[in-house]
Structure formats: structure tokens, C-alpha cells
């Protein structure tokens, strides 16, 4: 994959040769693509009893109380003054259902630092919230819920929905807290210890507002698992970050915090309900389980393949559970209509359904649907319906690239004068002669790189990462494909990378042996704005400075920031797809 920074180009002959004179421009990501299961399917299950569960029900009141144990937080206005900010019955997640409240924080506003003098539940230095049992926190699961009536502004100081930590702290990102904040609209930051963030959850675009969101963190001492769901959709995998052995000491007397950190200046603005803290970390059916239970247990689409947690998840079937759960709310309801749309076209008559549990009944079915079509990006909406009436909506986006395409990664370009690897390992530390891990690139043989300001702070996959001179390659934060997720498995440690710092004139050489075909080219792209990226074919001179190439054709990127990624197809100067004879060893 490539993390770059890259512009518009020179108009260039058909052929020419390499030069590296452009200017630095925009932000960009590149991952370069040549194209030409079994599900377990279960009852979903909450994780255990929390510790910490506060539901807001105690409305008239400016205490709010831990259900679990007694536990009592205080709840503010912005002045900082005790003030019942319990919303009316009916405003919680499930107050349709059972009337039920939630905490109404919209009179909060938003500006260019964040949100300021906004309201929020606290308490200060309890030793009884530090009795948690167990002490020393080293693996949790969180919940919460919340509506926002706005969202955050870009990229500035946003809300605070958590923060649990010894003392009193300031803030999250210090020792001993866990927490989790807003960064942009459309990405969460979690916080363990005093990481800045520690994991990070990246939407495709801005979540909605007025809508009921579902959040789940959980901790298993090895990975950092970020869920999100709604009240209609089941919770997904969002992101799994790789961070081992965090702990977080509460000592003697611990503070939390919900919906504003301490000072009040970091405010969330909307409705919040339903926050739970479990000392233990559960699995995906354990979240779910949370989730249906305070959603109010309508029917569910669960377990569902491909899933959009890899990309490639290559096959010609689409597979889920409906579920209607057996909660607090009731006993399971039959499935009464199952509606599937792909791609905006409803195939619902084209699905196999199969009943599972007690004959007779219809609250867990699998659902089948043959057909995906191949090599493109697929959206899938799935509609139940129960026989109350309740609708439960899930979708999900993935790609559907076959993973027999050729395919290479943007960082593991040509190294020492025009050497290559095919089908390379991927290692977390040298050694491996079938790794690129710390092989150099030849400047203006293998790359060509502009000087910027500035390094990239990130463990080096290839050399150079924080030299400006050289092409860099961070770590990525794009979804992983699954030829690298299995390669993880391997090596815990292996770190997924990119390019960054891409100017227009900047280069790489990728040699490698093709099967001989023609074949169409597919980047995996992001940008803060937009850009064009040539693909070219080098006739002569590889392996030396003095190169003559062809140029194919140009992806053109457009985006609104470097985190959310797109496959882009390689267009001709006719605007259709551009076609590249390749066979046997050959450089592009």
C-alpha cells in the first residue's frame, strides 16, 4: 500500500524518460491491484456483569447511580452546578419500548476548539469507584450509547464520551486512564494508559446524526477491538489494533467522567445512555448481546460473510443470520420478512433460507444469496422484519476482488539497483530473504524522491522511513488484506505499511514475474482533496538511472482525508478502462 503525497503531472510523451523536479502537493494513499467458508453461526450472549452500568433512569435528580453497586455520579451544568440533566422519560435508547431516559446534553455547542462549558457526570477521587474489583484493570469491555444532535467539528477538540482514571485526571492519554474521544466526525480515538491514541475507529464518511449509535470497546490485553452498531443494526468490527500488555492501576481513589472530561470544556453534544464497564473482555457475540439487549431486542442480520473487515474477501455468495433475540424486553418473535438489496437492487426472491433451532419456529434463519458479482466494490442492506412489527436494518460494503488477481503492495518496490521479490514474506524485523523488511531503494534507479520537511515517525518497514531523501513507508491504518492477515498470524508483531510523503514527481520502480495476460489496474487510494497518480510501463534501462517508459493511463483520486481509502480503476486518456500487456519479468 502506498500513503502518499502526490499531484497532477506533466503531460508526457507516449515515451519518455524519469525525472524527479515536481513540487510537494497533496495528501494521497496508494495500494496497486492487477485484476484481469465456513460460518459459525450462535446466540449472541452479553460479557458477563459490569461493574460499572449506569442507565439514567434516575430523572428529578443530580445524582445519577450505578446500578451495579451504588456508585453515584454527579451530574453538572456548564457553570459546573450540580443540575438534573436526566432527559424526559421516553428520550433513551429503548424509551419506546419502556419509557425509559437518557442524558440530555444538547443545550452543549460546539466551536472551532471544541466543545466548551458543556455538561457532563462526574465524580472526583472515589475509593469506591477504585475498589473495581481486581485492582488493576489489564483487559475491559465498555459500552455506551448516544445520540448526536450535531456532529464535532474537523480535526479539532472534541468530545469526550469516557474517561475512567486513578485520581483525578485532567484528561484521557494520562497514565492509568482508559477513555474515548471524538477526533473528526468520522473517527473515534481510545486511550489506554497514556496512548495518544492507543486505537482508532475510521468511518467512510461523517456518522449520522439523531440517530441512536452503539459503541464497544474491548481489551484482551493483546488487541484493542473497536465495535459500532445502532438501533436497528447489529454491532460490527470496526478496527483491531495491536497493543500488548497495557494495565491501568485505579490506586486508591479513581474519578470517571461521561460526556465531558474535568474542567467541563470538552463537552459531547447530543443524548448519551446506557454505559457499561466490564472488567473482563468479551467476544463479538458478547457485544452484540449488550447491544440487543438495551436496543430493546429487535431482529437482527449477524454473523454475516464477506464482511468488509478484509479486503478481498473473494466468493460469490453472501451469507447471514437473522436473529430475533430473547432479551429483557421478551421472548424471540418469528421472522416474518427477510429483505436483501445489493447494490441498490432488491434480490430478496433470490435468496435460500434455512430455519435453524426448534422446527416449527422462525427466530434464527440463515439467509443465502448466490451471485455476488465479481471484481467490484458491493454494498448489501439487510431488512427484517418481525411479527410485532419491529425492523431491524444492518448493511455491509466490501470488495470483492478475487485474490487470485495479481496483486503487490505500494512499499515493496525494487531495491539495490533493480532487485525484486516475488511474492514476498511480510516481517516485523530483518532477516527473512524473502522480506522486503529494511531493503533500500537506489535514488533515481529503484525511486525517485523529492525532499520534504519533516520525517515520518513509525517503525521502518523499508529503510529510510524518517529520512526525507527517501521514499517512506509508516504504518498504515487502511483495512488489512487478507493474504496480510494471515501472515499476521504468523508474526504478531508484523505491522501493516504504507508511502508517505508522495510528491507528483516521485517514483517506484515494481518489478515482478507477470503471468502473461492483458489486464486491467486497480489502486486502493486516499486523499485530503484530489490528484492524478500515472501508471507506466519502463521499455528499457531498468536496474540504471536512465530509463525510457510508456505511460498506460492515470488514476484520478478524490477524497476528504488520508484515512478513508477507495479503490480507483486505471482510466485511459478515453476516460475507459486502460489495458497493460504484461508477461514474464517486466517493470512498471
Known amino acids: 500500500m502506498k500513503h502518499t503525497k502526490v499531484g497532477r503531472p506533466p503531460v508526457c510523451p507516449a515515451v519518455s524518460t524519469r525525472s524527479a523536479t515536481e513540487k510537494l502537493s497533496l495528501l494521497a494513499r496508494l495500494w496497486l491491484v492487477i485484476c484481469a467458508g465456513i460460518l459459525i453461526f450462535s446466540s449472541a450472549a452479553h460479557a458477563q456483569t459490569p461493574i460499572l452500568r449506569f442507565s439514567f433512569e434516575d430523572g428529578g435528580l443530580t445524582t445519577t447511580t450505578n446500578t451495579q453497586n451504588g456508585f453515584v455520579l454527579t451530574t453538572f451544568n456548564a457553570a459546573g452546578t450540580a ?31 471544541g466543545g466548551v462549558n458543556g455538561p457532563g457526570a462526574s465524580t472526583t477521587s472515589s475509593s469506591a469507584l477504585a475498589a473495581i474489583p481486581g485492582g488493576t484493570i489489564t483487559t475491559f469491555t465498555a459500552t455506551e450509547w448516544f445520540k448526536s444532535s450535531v456532529l464535532p467539528p474537523a480535526n479539532s477538540l472534541l468530545g469526550r464520551m469516557f474517561i475512567l482514571g486513578a485520581g483525578n485526571p485532567a484528561d484521557l492519554n494520562a497514565a492509568n486512564t482508559i477513555g474515548m474521544k471524538w477526533q473528526n466526525p468520522n473517527q473515534w480515538y481510545v486511550s489506554i494508559a497514556n496512548g495518544n491514541p492507543t486505537a482508532q475507529a475510521n468511518f467512510s464518511a461523517n456518522l449520522p446524526t439523531n440517530t441512536w449509535l452503539f459503541m464497544g470497546i474491548v481489551y484482551d490485553s493483546t488487541n484493542v477491538m473497536i465495535y459500532q452498531g445502532s438501533d436497528t443494526a447489529s454491532a460490527k468490527l470496526i478496527s483491531t489494533t495491536f497493543a500488548p500488555g497495557l494495565s491501568t492501576s485505579l490506586g486508591g481513589s479513581a474519578s470517571l467522567y461521561i460526556g465531558n472530561r474535568s474542567g467541563r470544556q470538552r463537552a459531547y453534544v447530543g443524548w448519551i445512555d446506557e454505559f457499561r464497564f466490564y472488567t473482563n473482555a468479551t467476544t463479538a457475540n458478547g457485544i452484540e448481546g449488550i447491544r440487543e439487549q438495551s436496543a430493546g431486542g429487535g431482529p437482527v442480520a449477524v454473523n454475516y460473510f464477506p464482511d468488509g473487515l478484509s479486503l478481498q474477501q473473494a466468493t460469490n455468495k453472501f451469507v447471514f443470520n437473522a436473529l ?36 416449527g419456529t422462525s427466530t434464527n434463519i440463515t439467509a443465502s444469496y448466490l451471485g455476488l458479482p465479481p471484481n467490484q466494490v458491493n454494498t448489501v442492506v439487510m431488512t427484517l422484519v418481525d411479527a410485532n412489527g419491529k425492523i431491524g436494518t444492518s448493511s455491509v460494503t466490501f470488495d470483492n476482488y478475487n485474490p ?12 539495490n539497483g533493480g532487485q525484486f521479490i516475488d511474492n514476498a514474506d511480510y516481517t516485523s524485523t530483518s532477516g527473512d530473504p524473502n522480506s522486503y523488511y529494511g531493503l ?22 523499508r529503510a529510510g522511513a524518517t529520512d526525507n531523501t527517501k521514499t517512506q513507508t509508516p504504518a498504515g491504518t487502511d483495512l488489512p488484506r487478507q493474504r496480510f492477515v494471515n501472515l499476521a498470524l504468523a508474526d504478531p508483531n508484523v505491522v501493516d505499511h504504507v508511502i508517505a510523503n508522495y510528491s507528483s514527481s516521485d517514483w517506484q520502480n515494481y518489478t515482478r514475474t507477470f503471468p502473461a495476460g492483458n489486464y486491467n489496474v486497480y489502486g486502493r487510494l486516499s486523499t485530503a482533496s484530489s490528484g492524478t497518480l500515472t501508471f507506466s510501463k519502463v521499455l528499457s534501462g531498468q536496474g540504471t538511472s536512465s530509463q525510457t517508459i510508456t505511460n498506460i493511463g492515470t488514476f484520478t483520486v478524490t477524497g476528504i482525508s488520508t484515512v478513508n481509502y477507495g479503490w480507483v480503476p486505471l482510466k485511459n486518456s478515453l476516460g475507459n478502462l486502460a489495458v497493460i500487456n504484461l508477461g514474464g519479468v517486466s517493470t512498471v
Open 440 to 461: 533500500d531503494s537506489v535514488a533515481t534507479v529503484d525511486t525517485a524522491k523529492i525532499t520534504v520537511s519533516g520525517g515520518v515517525n513509525a517503525t521502518d518497514y
Open 83 to 113: 443540575t438534573d440533566i436526566h432527559g424526559p422519560p421516553g428520550s433513551g435508547i429503548s424509551g419506546q419500548l419502556d419509557n425509559n431516559r437518557s442524558l440530555l446534553m444538547t443545550n452543549a455547542s460546539y466551536v472551532a476548539s
Open 404 to 415: 487470485t488477481n495479481f496483486v503487490w503492495e505500494a512499499e515493496e518496490f525494487d531495491f
Open 324 to 359: 430475533s433475540p430473547n432479551g429483557v424486553w421478551g421472548p424471540s418473535v418469528n421472522i416474518t420478512n427477510i429483505q436483501l438489496t445489493l447494490n441498490g437492487v432488491d434480490v430478496s426472491s433470490q435468496l435460500v433460507l434455512v430455519t435453524n433451532g426448534t422446527a
